[in-house]
């Protein structure tokens, strides 16, 4: 079983910055893609950034050119930085990993933006 830990959400003015972490452990298997999820309440789970193993990147159009995704293949932590932060972007984000073909969840970060 892959276990998903978040963390670096919290409390900011719009307009700030977060990073959240994700670190997956408890495999030796090979880590394909990684990615961040949001939902806000009231509103689907919705796709905000994912990164393959070779690096390539795609993003929501809703953070194109705010946040950034990258990742520590050693370290098997993928990265989510937010700048430009709105308040429509409040929500708990979540990580993933793919490993063969199953995708296993972190347990959510919040990340609340202020107007």
């Known amino acids: 079983q892959v276990r998903m830990v978040e963390s670096g959400g919290g409390l900011v003015q719009a307009g700030g910055s977060l990073r959240l972490s994700c670190a997956a452990s408890?495999?030796?298997?090979?880590?394909?893609?990684m990615g961040w999820y949001r939902q806000a309440p009231g509103k689907q789970r919705e796709m905000v950034a994912g990164?393959?193993?070779?690096?390539?990147?795609n993003y929501a159009d809703s953070v194109k050119g705010r946040f950034t995704i990258f990742r520590d293949v050693s370290k098997n932590t993928v990265y989510l930085q937010m700048h430009s932060l709105k308040p429509e972007d409040t929500a708990n984000y979540y990580c993933?990993?793919?490993?063969?073909?199953?995708?296993?969840w972190g347990q959510g970060t919040q990340v609340t933006v202020s107007s």
């Open positions: 408890g495999t030796d298997l090979r880590i394909n893609a």
């Open positions: 990164i393959t193993a070779g690096g390539d990147t």
């Open positions: 993933n990993a793919t490993v063969e073909t199953l995708r296993f």
